[in-house]
Structures are given as C-alpha cells and as structure tokens.
C-alpha cells in the first residue's frame, strides 16, 4: 500500500527572543515563524534561517491500515462474484487492450 503524501521537512535556525541562544531544529514548513520552546530557557524562539528543505513521504499507521483490511478485501471478491466469466473475459480484454494499445 502506497501514498502519494508527502510534506515538507526543513531544518532551521532558531534563535531565543531571551537569552539569544541559537540552535539548529528540524521542523515542519507549517511551524510557526515564532514558536519553539528555546532549549535552554523555554521562552519562544524565532526562525533566523532555513537551511535545508526536504520532502518526505506522509508515513501512514500501520496497525490503521491494518485495522481496515480486517476481514479481508471486500470490493473485488464482491464484483467478481457477480458478473458473468463472458463479462468478466470482455473487462479483461477492453483493460488488455487499453493498456498496449491494440486496435479492436
Ligand atoms: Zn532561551
């Protein structure tokens, strides 16, 4: 199972409006410009400077997708199930020839 997610990583510079402690964080583009906890005193710090940007791919919960395939696959069975073998030979055929490009 794949997704096309992805979201944008940077890592940036953050001084603290405090004590001007300076330090390097990966983060979220979304974060706020003004923000982050100062590591040394707490107090917010302010973004000085993007220095990386990256992106990643959006990891879906495992034990979710898991959850959801419980008791099993349910639309293609079903489908399956209910068309004719003629029918289901004409899918094929159309989906075949879609896919290389053969003439009818
Ligand atoms: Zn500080």
Redesign the pocket.
């Known amino acids: 199972m794949r997704s096309g997610k992805t979201h944008v990583v940077i890592t940036v510079l953050r001084r ?6 300076e330090f390097e964080v990966e983060e979220p583009e979304t974060a706020d410009q003004i923000g982050t ?7 917010p ?1 302010e973004r000085v400077e993007i220095r990386s940007r990256r992106t990643r791919p959006v990891v879906i919960n495992p034990h979710a997708a898991a959850l959801g395939r419980l008791g099993g696959l349910k639309g293609g069975p079903a489908r399956a199930a209910s068309l004719s073998p003629e029918r289901r030979r004409q899918i094929a055929l159309h989906a075949i020839r879609t896919r290389w490009g053969y003439e009818d």
């Open positions: 603290c409006l405090v004590c001007d402690e906890p100062c590591l040394s005193c707490s107090a710090t």
